[in-house]
């Protein structure tokens, strides 16, 4: 199942009040990413919406728009596996009906396309190319 693929009806959620909250480095072979780590009081794990750079994880107005005591209800993509106490799959964040944070559905999609698009546009170059070539 790929990520992108994922419907918010599809996904785990998780309601509870929020204890704490801090954005935190993730280091791998591959070198590092932000998480913004929350811990609510109904898991016995930290929940996490992920972040590829340092300035895209302190830059988000996520950490600001949770507020520690409030009860939130959180989605989490099942493709996510819990690593060392943390699971980084949120996608979603609700506080009642208002949504907090919303990984949008349909952006992954977008790029999908656009790649597929741009894969077979660059095809084409290389096979129109061939053809100039065998003209000649």
Do not use: C
């Not at 693929?5 to 932000?34: C, P, W």
């Not at 989605?75 to 949504?99: A, H, M, R, W």
Request: glycine share 8%; aromatic share 12%; hydrophobic share 35%.
């Amino acid at each position: 199942m790929h990520r992108s693929t994922i419907k918010y009806a599809d996904m785990q959620t998780f309601t509870g009040k929020l204890l704490s909250k801090e954005i935190v480095r993730i280091q791998n072979a591959n070198g590092s990413s932000y998480t913004l780590a929350i811990k609510i009081n109904s898991l016995p794990y930290y929940l996490g919406v992920h972040y590829w750079s340092k300035s895209e994880a302190y830059n988000s107005k996520i950490i600001d728009s949770i507020k520690i005591g409030q009860t939130y209800t959180f989605y989490l993509n099942p493709t996510f596996p819990i690593s060392d106490g943390l699971n980084s799959g949120v996608s979603k964040i609700t506080n009642g009906e208002q949504i907090v944070f919303e990984e949008p559905e349909k952006e992954n999609n977008l790029i999908a396309i656009f790649l597929i698009v741009s894969g077979l546009g660059g095809v084409f170059l290389v096979a129109r190319g061939k053809k100039i070539v065998k003209e000649k």
